[in-house]
């Protein structure tokens, strides 16, 4: 995944003069996760250059870019460290087009790992992706497979208003089935790690259907489609499970059209559990299709706490908890 997001930025480069890359590290040293290396070798210091360690000089720096003709692409180093850029993306980047009546827009991508799986405790673990949802005027990208990273980053980097772009970090360098204590393949032996070379762009607000299936419904994204997929095949249930791909614009008809056909429904993201944008999937999902549910709707999330250290595997919604879920819904 990182390979195929350092390409789209590489293609967008090339393509687009007016594309710069900003942030903590990206340039000579390529970005903590080397998202970004060979970049300011190739594009120059110019395009691709660090930043101070200042989230709201990044992003507001960004707005002003975007106001004036460029397409900046700043990276938030952890995710955990975007709230400092909170008011220029929300007062700011979300609402230039509105409040100049179209006079000005914000053609920015704000790209930021995110997601626990990595020891990284409280302060290099968060999934705030439900912040940025409730924002009108944001657009909230989250991709599950190197194939997607590529098509999804190039069509954020085209999209004239402001994209959170958010890489579920667990994954970078290959998929994961919630079996922490099994031993782990790469994105090689995946079938969704063949990337094409040169352009090619997938629209934001389609999700994608993993797997087809008659039994019940799963609703997922980022690092928790894997799970997902390895519990229902570990359970041998007939799920059809859905990559959202984009949470803002959500692909409520491809919702809509699994529930109804399956009659059941499990959601299952990272994030803490209240007002996490599972309980907006499971309000949609109500409104819906009631009439056709056989069963409530479950979700399965991070627990109301911060993100722990010494208990990663408690808190990651895992193997264990999401086959409960299952059992609760087949049962019911």
Excluded at 65 to 74: D, I, N, Q, S
Excluded at 78 to 102: M, V
Excluded at 168 to 180: H, L, V
Aim: aromatic letters at 10%; a negative charge.
């Amino acid at each position: 995944m990182i390979e195929a997001i350092n390409e789209a930025l590489d293609l967008k480069m090339t393509e687009d003069p007016d594309i710069v890359v900003m942030g903590e590290d990206v340039g000579y040293f390529g970005g903590v996760f080397r998202a970004t290396a060979g970049l300011q070798e190739k594009h120059g210091k110019n395009r691709v250059f660090d930043t101070p360690i200042s989230e709201c000089g990044i992003i507001g720096a960004a707005v002003g870019m975007g106001a004036y003709g460029l397409r900046p692409v700043p990276e938030i180093q952890f995710a955990d460290y975007i709230y400092p850029g909170l008011d220029q993306l929300i007062s700011e980047a979300a609402r230039l087009r509105y409040r100049s009546a179209g006079e000005y827009i914000a053609p920015m991508t704000v790209r930021s790992p995110f997601g626990g799986g990595i020891f990284g405790g409280q302060t290099h673990s968060q999934s705030p992706e439900a912040l940025f949802a409730h924002v009108a005027g944001l657009k909230t990208v989250i991709p599950a497979t190197p194939y997607d990273a590529k098509g999804l980053l190039i069509a954020a980097i085209e999209d004239n208003d402001p994209v959170i772009f958010f890489e579920p970090k667990r994954i970078y360098n290959a998929p994961f089935t919630g079996y922490y204590d099994k031993p782990v393949e790469p994105w090689k032996k995946h079938r969704d790690s063949i990337v094409p070379e040169g352009h090619y762009s997938i629209p934001l607000g389609k999700a994608r259907i993993v797997q087809e299936g008659e039994a019940m419904t799963v609703l997922a994204y980022g690092t928790m489609v894997h799970v997902a997929e390895a519990v229902c095949r570990e359970k041998g249930i007939d799920a059809e499970i859905l990559d959202l791909r984009t949470i803002v614009p959500l692909d409520i008809e491809a919702i809509e059209a699994s529930v109804k056909k399956t009659g059941r429904c499990l959601i299952v993201h990272e994030a803490t559990r209240t007002a996490g944008f599972g309980a907006e999937l499971s309000a949609l999902v109500m409104e819906r299709c009631f009439f056709h549910l056989e069963a409530p709707v479950e979700r399965v999330t991070g627990f109301d706490t911060p993100y722990p250290h010494s208990l990663e595997w408690a808190y990651f919604p895992g193997p264990v908890r999401i086959g409960e879920a299952i059992d609760k819904i087949m049962k019911a």
